[in-house]
């Protein structure tokens, strides 16, 4: 795990901030998202963000979680593997039409 989750970022929150935030203690960032929103590139409240190690990412994790940044308490947190793409809504329904009963 070195990806880790930053949430509860308030709408100014830049990608250099939250960068410098969480390289303090030594700690290596490789890379931070900070997701927007797609029509008005408003900040969406929440980064992901790729540390150096599993280790640093960790560290940040146990350091920074419930801290205070451009004036809210954060969230830090491992990020959370998402299932992989799926080709169909039949798959994402499990093929059988949802609720568990088929669909014919």
């Known amino acids: ?47 992901f963000v790729d540390m150096g190690s599993p280790e640093e990412a960790a560290g940040a994790i146990a350091s920074l979680n419930g801290t205070q940044l451009g004036g809210r308490t954060i969230k830090v947190a491992a990020a959370k593997e998402l299932p992989g793409p799926r080709t169909s809504w039949r798959e994402a329904a499990g093929e059988t039409g949802g609720r568990g009963r088929p669909r014919w």
């Open 1 to 47: 795990m070195t990806r880790i989750y930053v949430g509860n970022l308030s709408r100014e929150t830049t990608e250099t901030e939250l960068g410098a935030a969480l390289t303090a203690g030594g700690r290596t960032v490789a890379k931070v998202m900070l997701k927007r929103d797609g029509d008005s590139g408003v900040s969406r409240g929440f980064a």
